[in-house]
């Protein structure tokens, strides 16, 4: 293998390893959330605060349960419902100094976002942000005294490319959900 094409193949393989390696992805179904790395900052581009709930869609019919999530992910730890945002939006989200990162797979939640509640996260996120435990057999959320609502802040670091508002949440009934965001939004440019 002639010099140039072994450090051709070296960079390639640094390369190839440094996206696998360093990337850190927003929906994995992990017990803790993924470090972000110093050297891949996430662009902050918008954030905020609001109340959450919580859910768990695993297609079985119970408990409320309402089928596969709208983006067509299956439920997972970090899939959450938005009223507004575009699917597949990515960000974080903080609660009593826990954080931990979140994906726009679904729509919702419906009604109560009418009185603020603007993010359902899934059950296992919102656990462990409360120190409860996910039931598998309620799909709910035990050890948290019924909380059903938590104030949290979060940060969005991508917006998804669909349907659905960039901007702060609005509640479902607005129907921003299913409007093309055509507005001028900041871009994010990473250094090099």
């Known amino acids: 293998m002639s010099v140039r094409t072994r450090a051709l193949s070296l960079l390639t393989a640094a390369t190839l390893g440094g996206l696998t390696i360093g990337a850190a992805t927003a929906h994995a179904d992990a017990q803790t959330a993924a470090p972000v790395s110093a050297a891949q900052p996430q662009a902050t581009l918008l954030t905020g605060s609001t109340k959450a709930s919580y859910f768990w869609d695993d297609s079985s019919g119970r408990a409320g349960d309402t089928g596969l999530p709208a983006a067509g992910k299956p439920m997972q730890k970090g899939l959450a419902a938005s009223p507004s945002w575009p699917l597949m939006t990515e960000g974080y989200v903080t609660y009593k100094g826990k954080k931990l990162p979140f994906f726009v797979g679904d729509r919702g939640p419906g009604e109560p976002s009418n009185r603020g509640v603007m993010l359902d996260l899934d059950a296992k996120t919102f656990a462990e942000l409360t120190g409860g435990t996910f039931n598998p057999d309620t799909l709910g959320v035990d050890g948290v005294g019924g ?3 938590i104030k949290i802040d979060y940060v969005i ?36």
Do not use: I, L, Q, Y
């Open 157 to 192: 670091t991508k917006w998804g490319d669909g349907v659905g508002r960039k901007s702060h949440p609005v509640a479902f009934s607005t129907g921003a959900w299913a409007e093309k965001d055509t507005s001028v939004h900041p871009v994010s440019v990473k250094n090099k």
């Open 147 to 149: 909380e059903g609502h």
